[in-house]
């Protein structure tokens, strides 16, 4: 599974249609994406979303029938250009990126906070993988453990793209179904599948 | 400051008081909020609201001077009173204007269009839940007040006459492609400005309009309250058609996709009213207009990219035709006086006449003042071309050009256009996860509402960005 670095991903956004690399807008691409380097710098967005748990007693997908909406545990901002979002020690809050990415079927990518950030505090992301096929843009999950509050202004540069090939991945028209994902708010804890079977070994256990 | 309630005059004073400090808090805060847009619409209105109460402080003040009569002291207090009446309603008229109701994104875009076609009236822009397209001209008069304050004679000369409300529908019925219909509000704010010769109408029909409505009501000549009725139909549906013309040039297909469709939803007619000329007919001619140039005419353009033919009730089945004129008066005089239904349905006849006069004018304008407004058969060639395929593969239209380094904003009218194409010709093919159970489609529709606000979000990014 190899890197693709500058070059190739400046390629890959010149590709057919079904095997196009998607990341859109990238605003300067002198400094977002450099030959040598093998990455995309992307940048805060608008959207944010704070957690606002204090009317709830724990985050329980099984506490409620019809379950919890986790939509309703957060708070939306939109914070333009020029405007900026504080995120205090020990915060957490989700922020969407500025561009909107697409893959390709044959194409994975990790989302890594930049050195700076992280310097200073700032972790970004832990859902760092990015299936093929992904469309949408990023949600990151940033937290300060750092001891300063951090001014953050849409348009900064926050985290980096890596791009992977995947091995023997199918290609062309009609592979996969993109999510086309614009939300940056959690829709459910488990597939459907797998809730369904964890509430009932839930009763099960309740019932002994 | 003692509080001296001790007589009635008096009380009423405090109660007004009362409402006036209550009312400046309300302002106050709505002033913090954060408007979409950053648009500078709102906080206009509400500095003249804040201008109102100042003004209606100082009656108070004015009220409570020794040596007042007592009968000018309660025409003080009563018209304090009035103008914190005054200046709660003006509240109301901004209720929607907020961030809960209007996503951020799309108000600068829609404020361009005023910009570009040289609307330079203070604005501002609101959602409600109501089915419903409005432009409301609110004129400075409301804000013509015996001894205004300061504040308020200051306001007023700061913004610039009349103020426009543009109404959208919120939530649920704010839908991105629908927003065509707001190039037709701006219509009406432009309808003053054309230099309107109407003489080849006035020629060749009006003469013959006030006969056939005789003729139908069988009177030798129609009195006053019918000729008055006849010129404010006639000037109400001028209007509209040129509303429409401006919507057509501004916009292209995507309002003839969207304002017939909203209409045939709420009206269970024909949609002819005083107000209104009918639907069929407004599509008629935004359908002709799509036909014409041939090969390089927008329906042409839409069968190559959409493989699909075209047709006038494309997108608007249920919009009814009304039928020959005789029958036309019939169906009216069941709901109508018969002097009215003899007006609309020989206005209705006239029509074809006026509507070619009328789109001259407004594609005259356009050319000489706003000449790269205007959406052009090419243009949603080069569009359809760029977007549709990507959009297919959930890429939003969000920029455009063949590099990295050459990329330019997609414009607004661009990203209405190509989702109404997808929409109307390609929902099947967009390679997107929907929910399931997908009601015909409609969760899958959800997904392109999402992709299509994102272009609008992003591509306004990239164009602040390079400003």
Redesign the interface.
Known sequence: MAVLNGSQI?ER??DP??Q?L?V????E?PEQ?RDDQASVDVRLG?QFALLTPSLIGAVDEFDQDPPLSLASLYTKR?V??G?RIVIHPHQFILAAT?E?L?LPSDLVAYVMGRSTWGRLGLVVATAVGIQPSF???LTLELRNLGEAPLSLYP?QVIAQLFFHTVKDAKTGE?I????????LLPKQMSPAATHENLKKLKKAVEKI | MAVDIDSPIRRARLAVAFSLERLRTQVSEAKAQQFPGDHPGPLQWLELISGLLDTAAEYLKRSAEPGQSAKKEAELVRDAAHLAFEAYNYLVLMRGAGMDELPYAIIPPLQRWFEQLGVSNSTFFRAELLANYELASIPDRLFSVRDPSASLTKTVQQIDWPFLRVTVPGKAFAIVPHLAIVAHEIGHALFSKINWDLSPFVATEADDLFKRICTRLMLPHLDAGTVKFLQDAFRSWWEELSADAFAFYLTGPAIFFSLPEFSQFLSDGYGLSDTHPATDLRRSVLFAKLSDGGSNSFATIFKKHTAKDLTEDFNSPLVLRPPDSDQLYVDLCTKQDQNIAAVLTELHASMPVLVGLVYDHVEQYLRTNATESIYSAQKYDADLSEHLGPMLVAVPPIEAGPSLDSKVPTEFASILNVGWAVLLTKLGDLQVRAKEPDLFGANRLEVLQGLLSKAVELSEARRVWER
């Not at chain 1, 859109?24 to 605003?27: A, E, K, V, W």
Request: charged share 20%.
């Open positions: 400046r956004f010149n249609l079904d196009r998607v859109s807008p990238i605003l691409p994406l608008f939109f333009p250009f405007r500025l909107y697409r469309a949408g843009t348009g009609g996969g179904q993109y999510s086309g994902a614009v939300d």
